[in-house]
């Protein structure tokens, strides 16, 4: 009988699976890598507790008197967020420097996820009670991406807080321009603070909203995220970054997911930084569902697929003409639409 010849297909699988053998095994050596088996006489009793920092293997627990326990994880759970309530036990002595293991993952009144090109949805975070938006006049200010974070805060039911961070860097002019802009928005029910972490413009008030509940802060990298939790809690020294003259982008500064307490009141997810925040894991429905200014239209077209554009009987796109809806906001809805079905195409072609 002639001996079969491998594919190159299956001669890549057989190395890769030689690769990740000999990888699990120098991790084990190491120490890197979760080989302990955890048994019940190794634990103490099941206890609850919250993520406050989330690594790659470990997750770092506090419990209920404050107390922080790095911890495994149970292969069983899918994924684990700063935010998440867990249930979880702690070793009667430590192990490779792990105090404990976490058991299960509590209901979440909401998960906010990232859409990911190789990997899904990738969640980064859990039990969010307000998301603040923050922009910037450098890097380049875009509506279209408030719009993103827009749809995504609506879809999840999280309050949004609209931040306009270095304000002191604008003109007269650039601010009266920038005030009109976001009138838009405030028109539509959002709430909206000009604010300078330089100068300490309207912090008092945006200290204020945040002392109730937890909270996230998002934007294009090089907004002043971290320069604004500074300027509220100055002992963090959280790591900044300036923007690129030559791309006029901002550079990424946070590296690991925590929860801060600070010290006014309420809690703040610092995540590392999305530059554009894709929303290409909803789909159409959702994405007009969340604009909030079409509520009253929904549903009132002549035809049931209508695409809102050039149909006859949109009731939309009548809504716009008549200064009922703005023209900028609905712009942005059909470039969401439109980078939705190119995403998902891109994402098609990378993963077949």
Not at 48 to 73: K, P, Q, T
Not at 182 to 195: Q, S, T
Request: one cysteine or more.
């Amino acid at each position: 009988m002639s001996k079969q010849k491998l594919t190159n297909n299956q001669k890549r699988r057989i190395q890769s699976n030689k690769e990740r053998t000999l990888s699990d095994y120098q991790q084990r050596k190491k120490g890197k890598r979760d080989n302990l088996e955890w048994q019940d006489e190794m634990l103490g009793e099941i206890q609850s507790g919250r993520v406050i920092s989330r690594y790659a293997l470990h997750a770092d627990i506090e419990n209920s008197d404050g107390e922080i326990f790095r911890c495994n994880l149970r292969r069983t759970i899918n994924n684990v967020v700063v935010g998440d309530f867990v249930l979880w036990r702690a070793g009667r002595e430590r192990l490779q420097g792990i105090s404990g293991v976490v058991e299960a993952v509590r209901a979440r009144k909401n998960v906010l996820s990232r859409p990911d090109y190789y990997d899904g949805i990738k969640p980064i975070a859990a039990n969010v009670d307000k998301i603040f938006v923050v922009s910037a006049m450098l890097p380049r200010f875009s509506s279209n991406i408030i719009d993103r974070y827009l749809v995504i805060c609506e879809s999840l039911g999280i309050e949004p807080i609209l931040i306009l961070n270095k304000i002191d860097l604008c003109s007269p002019q650039e601010r009266e321009e920038i005030e009109r802009l976001f009138e838009i928005y405030r028109n539509i029910g959002y709430r909206v603070l000009m604010i300078s972490a330089q100068t300490g413009e309207n912090m008092q008030q945006m200290a204020k909203l945040l002392r109730e509940g937890c909270a996230i802060f998002v934007g294009q990298s090089g907004v002043g995220k971290s320069s604004l939790l500074n300027t509220l809690q100055p002992h963090l020294a959280l790591q900044t970054g300036a923007v690129s003259e030559n791309s006029g982008l901002g550079q990424h500064t946070t590296t690991v997911s925590r929860l801060i307490r600070l010290n006014g009141g309420g809690e703040v997810i610092d995540s590392p930084g999305i530059r554009e925040f894709g929303v290409w894991h909803l789909d159409a429905a959702t994405i007009t569902n969340g604009y909030r200014e079409f509520q009253p239209y929904l549903g009132g077209c002549k035809f049931r697929d209508c695409k809102h554009l050039d149909d006859p009987g949109c009731v939309l796109r009548k809504a716009v003409e008549e200064g009922k809806i703005n023209s900028l906001r609905f712009e942005n809805y059909h470039r969401l639409i439109l980078a939705l079905d190119e995403n998902k195409a891109q994402r098609h072609f990378v993963t077949n």
